[in-house]
């Protein structure tokens, strides 16, 4: 338990001298958050589509109900925060879904128009 608390003591001590000028201790960095874009009923069905996903898969994926995809495609609601950067990452990333695949696609899986499982899905 001491080793804990002397290095705790030893880094707010740093802190301390660096933010009284005494000796700059510590690097500093200026970091700009991009502000949240906000997608359009086109924006997010291109995006869904572009991954080749169902709406039922795309709201999986997503985290959200079917229903919350639909009013996004139908332009009633839009995507909160969290969302547009989820889909922000999916614009800028096209393989995001393939590196992060919370939804796979089955070797049987055939969507509505029979197409089969694109290279954004992992296939089992």
Same mark, same amino acid.
């Given at each position: 338990?001491?080793?804990?608390?002397?290095?705790?003591?030893?880094?707010?001590?740093?802190?301390?001298?660096?933010?009284?000028? @005494? $000796?700059?201790?510590?690097?500093?960095?200026? =970091?700009? %958050?991009?502000? !949240?874009?906000?997608?359009? &009923?086109?924006?997010? /069905?291109?995006?869904?589509?572009?991954?080749?996903?169902? @709406? $039922?898969?795309?709201?999986?994926?997503?985290? =959200?109900? %079917?229903?919350? !995809?639909?009013?996004?495609? &139908?332009?009633?609601? /839009?995507?909160?925060?969290?969302?547009?950067?989820?889909?922000?990452?999916?614009?800028?990333?096209?393989?995001?879904?393939?590196?992060?695949?919370?939804?796979?696609?089955?070797?049987?899986?055939?969507?509505?128009?029979?197409?089969?499982?694109?290279?954004?899905?992992?296939?089992?």
């Amino acid at each position: 338990m001491g080793n804990v608390y002397d290095s705790i003591m030893a880094g707010l001590a740093e802190a301390i001298v660096d933010a009284e000028g @005494q $000796k700059p201790a510590l690097r500093r960095r200026m =970091v700009t %958050v991009m502000p !949240v874009k906000k997608y359009g &009923a086109d924006e997010v /069905q291109n995006i869904r589509k572009g991954t080749g996903m169902s @709406q $039922k898969l795309f709201a999986d994926y997503m985290g =959200v109900s %079917v229903k919350t !995809v639909e009013a996004w495609e &139908a332009g009633t609601n /839009q995507p909160s925060g969290t969302a547009s950067r989820i889909l922000n990452m999916m614009e800028m990333n096209p393989n995001l879904t393939a590196e992060f695949p919370f939804v796979k696609c089955s070797k049987e899986y055939a969507g509505a128009n029979g197409e089969p499982c694109n290279q954004n899905q992992i296939m089992l």
